[in-house]
Structure formats: structure tokens, C-alpha cells
């Protein structure tokens, strides 16, 4: 089992958010829990081009969309301000959501910026610590400490 308190945990989440292509894949090292890049054309040095299977790396597939956008609803409905909670609500509605809540809170938000950041990271965190249970990496207790500590921000 890997230390949690070792791994890079924004990697992780990165590599779980990252909706990239098939020229290059993310994984993390089992032993060490160093997370990296491999390519089609560099391997994982950036050189030496490698077949992913050859590796004794477990990749990190992205999570869907619908999982990242269900955090942007979930801060809308926690804003205090009801009118910014209301056009937060509407901006996550079809094609574009993701740009258009990001320019609503850029644009004519921006004091929620701060918190929106905060909520978005623990989120991410959570997910990160998920995955690496699921892939059996870390052992149940270290993922319950791990999420108590980064629990959802309060959100103005």
C-alpha cells in the first residue's frame, strides 16, 4: 500500500479530469506513486517509445464529464446569493456549460472565484483518494482520514 500522505494528489485528480486523447496517457507507479505521462511517440522518458502494456503502470482514466459538471451544479445550489445561484444553475445548462459557468463566475462572480476553487479542489481530492482505493493503492482507513480532511467548503 502507498502512503497517501506521499502522493501527489493534484496529479491524480489532473489526470481524472484530463478528457485528452489516445496520443498520450496518464498513470501512476504502483511501488513508488509517482504519477507521469506516457506518449505514443516518448514513452514515458520522452524518448524511448514504449508499448503501454511492456509497463508495470496502472493508468488513470479520466472520469466522465457528467461527474466534473455535477460539482458546478452542486456549488450553484449551495451560493447563498440566490440570483447568482439562479445564473450559475442556468449557465450549466447544455452544450458549453463548463466555459459558460466559468465566464458567469469570471465575468460577473468573481468574489465566488475563491470558494469555487476551494470546492472544486476538495472534490477533486475526494476523487483522487476514490480512485486510489478502487485500485487498491491505499487501504480503507487511510482513504476515510484523507477525506475527512479535505471535506466540501463552505460556500458564500
Not at 460539482?71 to 458549453?96: N, T
Request: include cysteine.
Amino acid at each position: 500500500m502507498l502512503d497517501v500522505r506521499h502522493l501527489d494528489l493534484e496529479g491524480i485528480a489532473t489526470a481524472l479530469q484530463d478528457q485528452g486523447t489516445y496520443e498520450y496517457r496518464w498513470l501512476i507507479d504502483p511501488a513508488s506513486g509517482e504519477v507521469m505521462m506516457w506518449t505514443a511517440d516518448g514513452g514515458i522518458d520522452g524518448k524511448t517509445s514504449v508499448d503501454l502494456d511492456e509497463l508495470d503502470l496502472v493508468p488513470i482514466e479520466a472520469l466522465a464529464p457528467s461527474v466534473w459538471h455535477r460539482d458546478m451544479a452542486d456549488f450553484a445550489e449551495r451560493v447563498s446569493d440566490e440570483q447568482a445561484g439562479r445564473r450559475l444553475q442556468r449557465a450549466i445548462q447544455g452544450r458549453g456549460a463548463f466555459r459558460r459557468f466559468k465566464d458567469e463566475l469570471h465575468e460577473e462572480y468573481p468574489h465566488l472565484l475563491t470558494a469555487w476553487h476551494a470546492f472544486q479542489h476538495a472534490r477533486a481530492t475526494r476523487r483522487a483518494i476514490d480512485w486510489l482505493l478502487d485500485n487498491s493503492l491505499i487501504d480503507d482507513a487511510a482513504a476515510s482520514r484523507c477525506r475527512a480532511e479535505h471535506p466540501d467548503p463552505d460556500v458564500s
